[in-house]
Structures are given as structure tokens and as C-alpha cells.
């Protein structure tokens, strides 16, 4: 399967964004889809992840500021963040696996796409 992440930008403290992973391939409907960010000088770090049953897994940091969702007939799966900080400024990348979730490790998603940049000003 080939992601394309897409919806960055910049934006101000408070504000909201939704980030889109498309997806291509005939089996995306049987992928767990995770959100994963990476701010200048920091570890790679897990955001959100939504299973192929549509089972959701929001990081501390995020809740109640995240929802991700998913669209299987379009092969897309959204990350609504909302009261932005200028903490959230990372490159953000979606990654698949196939079948369930299995955690939060970036090294249990086979496959990533391209990041793409969140830039919050305060």
C-alpha cells in the first residue's frame, strides 16, 4: 500500500487543522492506520491510530484535542487536531499496517508516507 499524507501548513495557537493519508490498494480497508510526528531535535512519536474496525487509539498528548477517522470507500483516513499549540509544530506521517493494532511502536507500521509539515505560531 502507498500513502500520501497531505494538509499541513501553518496556523495559530488555537487553531484546528485536518491532516489526510490516502492510501492506494484494494486491501486498505483491512489496515490499522496510525499518525506519527517528529519535531525538530525529537524521537519519532505516535499521535493516533484507528484499527480496520474502526477501533480508536488517541496518544495522552492529543486527547481531546485529536479524533482520527476513517473513509474506506475513498481509502483515506483523517486527523482533526484542534486548540493547536506551538508545541504540535512536527512533520506528521501516516503509516499502515495490515490487521489490527498492535501498539504504538513505529516499528509495527510497515509502511509510511511522505511527512507532511505543521507549523504552529503562538
Known amino acids: 500500500v502507498q500513502l500520501q499524507a497531505s494538509g499541513g501548513g501553518l496556523v495559530q495557537a488555537g487553531d484546528s487543522r485536518r491532516l489526510a493519508c490516502a492510501a492506494s490498494?484494494?486491501?486498505?480497508?483491512?489496515?490499522?492506520v496510525g499518525w506519527f510526528r517528529r519535531a525538530p531535535g525529537k524521537e519519532r512519536e505516535f499521535v493516533a491510530a484507528?484499527?480496520?474496525?474502526?477501533?480508536?487509539y488517541i496518544a495522552d498528548s492529543m486527547k481531546g484535542r485529536a479524533t482520527i477517522s476513517r473513509d474506506n470507500p475513498e481509502g483515506t483516513v483523517y486527523l482533526q487536531m484542534n486548540t493547536l499549540k506551538p508545541e504540535d509544530t512536527a512533520v506528521y506521517y501516516c503509516?499502515?499496517?495490515?490487521?489490527?493494532?498492535?501498539?504504538?511502536?513505529?516499528?509495527?507500521?510497515?509502511?509510511w508516507g511522505q511527512g507532511t509539515q505543521v507549523t504552529v505560531s503562538s
Open positions: 503509516a499502515a499496517l495490515p490487521g489490527p493494532y498492535r501498539g504504538a511502536a513505529p516499528h509495527v507500521y510497515l509502511y
Open positions: 490498494g484494494r486491501t486498505f480497508s483491512s489496515y490499522t
Open positions: 484507528i484499527s480496520f474496525s474502526g477501533s480508536t
